[in-house]
């Protein structure tokens, strides 16, 4: 049992992560995947990567994570970094900018009870050649296992969220804290959680960032690093969808434009106006448009942040597209539903 005494400056700062993190996903879905309690939960994604193990181009990605991953239990710290949430290549590249001492340290100690290779003596030796060849496996295993569900994924996640935003507001923190797995615990002022290792902790006074997703395996996951949140990961299902409309159905109710829209941030979770316009094939002002109409529809929901907007789907969006269940769907206010920041 891991024992986390949350201070004030801790508890003042308890927020969801805002989108899940490509590598961080596929360093933890490739373990979970090899164990039948994580699989249960995300049957379609452990059948896709039975064929990759099976055969085909993403035979030796896989058979390389499996070889340089824990099977299961902990992860090294740097394999999950808090940076890099916007794409594979950006992960790959915060991992590669780990320090050597602490890859060495940190491969050290995960293999310390599997039998030694040449190939694992490489990697834990931050070898540049064997972190090219982990990189390009975990680019290869995301492409082929996780890239065709990260639609699922991301609206998993975003139900969490609205519904643990629903359990802060009717119960405070000791309702949020209850709601989120059964290996989690609140005894104020300590939480206790269940996970891979055991000792007492204290927290980084930079607040508790929780992630929940159907890819963290069997246990909660702790990451805890100075100068950062408070990082606990959580296992969740994934949610159970109607059927969602043909693209044409789609195209007839919001035109082709908009549908596209709406399926593009489908794929990628948030996207900036910018990027929207480009994923989309129109002009800036045409994308701006655009948003505007899907979020006085409820169907998205806008924030400026520096000088960039960043739009997502609202859960009513998400249901349009056949992600989220009608129950687990309110009624969105004109604006849309704000992203949940837990105070």
Known sequence: MLRLELGSADLCQVRFADRLHPVGM??????????????????????RAASARAGGEARAATATLRHLLPARGRLPDFLTPFGGSESVTAGLEAIRATASWRIRAEVTAAYADVAATPLRRRFAAADPEALDLFGQAVDTWFGTVLKPHWSELTSAHRQQVTGAAQRLALGGLAGLFAGLHPAIRWRPPVLEVRTWWSGELT??????????????????????EPGHPVLLVYPVPMPHHGAAPTAGALGRLLGVTRAGVLRRLAESGELSTTALADAAGVSLSSASEHATALRAAGLITSDRRGGAVGHRLTPLGAHLLGQVPATAVDAPSPAGPRPAHLP
């Open 203 to 224: 927290g980084t006074g930079h607040g508790l960032l929780l992630l929940p997703t159907p890819l963290a395996g069997p246990l909660p996951r702790v990451l805890v």
């Open 26 to 47: 596929t360093m933890m879905a490739s373990q979970a995947l090899r164990d039948s309690t994580g699989s249960v939960l995300v049957p379609s994604l452990a059948e």
